[in-house]
């Protein structure tokens, strides 16, 4: 699956839990959201946290790390859903339950997601 379409699914699909997702959407939608994210915390950090905090009469200077992150705070928030739902659909891809990801959970869970993001999926029909 390519990146642009990996996108979109993880856009239409970000309710969607009884389908399932390829490796390849899966790892695609990771990498959108970690560059995704990544830039919002530059344009926070260099632009609109220290816009927000010099009108708010604080004094900061880029990347202040007491200046406020608001739209890296709200990215990650608008995103958190549809991440959950892919992962969710990548494991039952492998052929488990999609309640395995609540193994996130806990410190060591982190190890047998990672088996199940990198486990390769039931055969599917081409489309």
């Known amino acids: ?3 642009i379409k990996a996108i979109k699914s ?6 969607n839990t009884t389908d399932v997702s390829s490796r390849g959407e899966f790892w695609f939608w990771l990498l959108f959201v970690c560059v ?3 830039l919002t915390l530059i344009v926070d950090g260099a632009y609109l946290g220290p816009l927000i905090a010099n009108l708010s ?3 900061s200077m880029a990347f202040d790390q007491d200046a406020p992150k608001w739209l890296s705070i709200i990215s990650t928030i608008l995103l958190g859903i549809p991440t959950l739902t892919v992962a969710m659909r990548r494991i039952q891809d492998t052929g488990f339950s ?10 060591i869970g982190f190890v047998p997601l990672l088996f199940f993001f990198l486990k390769k999926g039931k055969k599917r029909p081409k489309a």
């Open 57 to 59: 009469g604080q004094e």
């Open 10 to 15: 993880g856009f239409r699909n970000y309710a």
């Open 98 to 107: 999609k309640w395995w990801i609540l193994l996130g959970l806990t410190v």
């Open 1 to 3: 699956m390519r990146l």
């Open 36 to 38: 995704f994210l990544c």
